[in-house]
C-alpha cells in the first residue's frame, strides 16, 4: 500500500475534510476499529489496522479510493440518523 499523498492543497483540504467527516461517524458509531478493518478490508481495502487508526486520527493520509472504502463501510455499518 502507498499512502503517500500527491494531491495539490485543494486536494489535500478536500480529503482532510472527508477524513474528519469518516473519522466523526466513526467515533459517535460506536463501531469497534478492528469492525471497522474487517468490513473495510473486505470491501477490497488494502491498509492494515493500524494504517486506519492513524488515518481516522489525522496521522496519515490514504489515498482516495481506499479512503472511498473506508467511507462506504461506515455507511454501511452505522445507521442512517433518519432512521
Not at 492543497?9 to 461517524?25: G, I, K, S, T, Y
Request: zero cysteines.
Amino acid at each position: 500500500m502507498n499512502a503517500d499523498w500527491t494531491g495539490g492543497p485543494d486536494h489535500l483540504l478536500e480529503a482532510d475534510e472527508q477524513r474528519r467527516a469518516v473519522a466523526q461517524r466513526f467515533h459517535q458509531g460506536g463501531v469497534p476499529l478492528i469492525k471497522l478493518w474487517t468490513y473495510y478490508f473486505g470491501l477490497g481495502g488494502d491498509a492494515d489496522e493500524m494504517s486506519l487508526d492513524a488515518y481516522l486520527n489525522e496521522a496519515l493520509h490514504l489515498p482516495a479510493a481506499q479512503v472511498g472504502l473506508i467511507s462506504t463501510a461506515m455507511t454501511e455499518l452505522t445507521p442512517d440518523e433518519d432512521e
